[in-house]
């Protein structure tokens, strides 16, 4: 079995970055700067963006974060995102979801300047990704396919199953599989799946995105296929994926743990969506 590491992966892409901010910063004056905005005070959406902030940090991309409290009403946070859109400094615009409950969030994220979605959430970013032309794509779903990339995992003619169908991450990552040069046979499952154990021991590439703890087990999986995890759930033994990884590991040929595996990759290329956005923006 190998691990496939996605906190060195991301530490890697990092040091890439860090060259390559600075090389954009010599040329342009001034650093690729992101808009990090989180509303209300849910505590793991705190650790979501503190992490973010950071990893600015560490690539010398410039984060300016903003906290409105959960009460902020519509409209207010609807002026916060215009602003953004105008400053000529921001690159890149997340606001980290979920949004306290009375906030629209599609309404939100369709305000957000489409040459600013670093979170690729924006129709626009969807729709380009849909249709296969160049843009912003889904953070984590991008770094699943970059840890696929890195670690060679042969992709053309094989069969993926992804396991959620959200918008975030399962329907995006579906897209993301099947586009041309990639080249998997894809099938996207979700909570009506009908034997959804019979669908992922198909799977040559089993992503999980449910959200439920340790939900695929290991009499579902392949003998030798690629197991993905992008599950990160709360329990009393801490963290957890969606897939039983101990279960698992002597008989998958490649695994990504929880924590380290898919979360990390996911920060990673938020950086690397916004250098891309600077670029894209400035020329
Ligand atoms: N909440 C869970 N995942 C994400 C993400 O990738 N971006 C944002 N903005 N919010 C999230």
Redo the contacts with the bound molecule.
């Keep these: 079995m190998k691990l496939i590491d996605g906190k060195a992966t991301a530490q890697t892409i990092r040091e890439e970055l860090k060259t390559e901010v600075a090389a954009l910063k010599d040329r342009l004056g001034r650093a690729p700067g992101l808009a990090v905005v989180l509303v209300g005070e849910d505590p793991a959406s705190q650790v ?1 963006v503190r992490n973010k902030i950071k990893a600015c940090e560490d690539t010398g991309i410039v984060s300016k974060a903003f906290r409105p409290e959960a009460s902020v009403s519509q409209a207010e946070l609807e002026d916060l995102v215009r602003r953004l859109n105008a400053d000529p400094e921001l690159d890149g615009i ?5 949004l306290p409950r009375g906030l629209d969030s599609q309404r939100i994220l369709d305000l957000i300047d489409p040459a600013k979605d670093v ?1 690729g959430f924006h129709p626009v970013s969807m729709g380009r990704l849909t249709l296969g032309l160049p843009g912003l794509r ?3 779903p991008a770094g699943v396919m970059e840890l696929l990339r890195r670690y060679d995992i042969p992709t053309k003619g094989k069969k993926a199953v992804v396991v959620g169908r959200s918008n ?1 991450v399962g329907k995006p990552m579906a897209l993301l599989l099947a586009q041309p040069g990639v080249d998997a046979t894809v099938t996207l499952c979700h909570s009506r799946t009908r034997d959804l154990a019979a669908e992922c021991r198909q799977a040559d590439i089993l992503v999980a995105a449910i959200g439920k703890a340790n939900f695929i087990t290991a009499d579902m999986i392949k003998d030798g296929a690629v197991v993905i995890d992008v599950g990160m759930n709360r329990t009393e033994k801490g963290l957890a994926g969606d897939c039983d990884f101990h279960a698992m590991k002597d008989k998958v040929a490649a695994i990504t743990p929880v924590p380290g595996g898919v979360g990390p990759m ?1 920060i990673a290329m938020l950086m690397v969506n916004t250098l891309a956005a600077c670029r894209r923006r400035m020329g």
């Design positions: 979501y997340l606001v980290q979801l979920p979170d889904p953070c984590t975030i996911t």
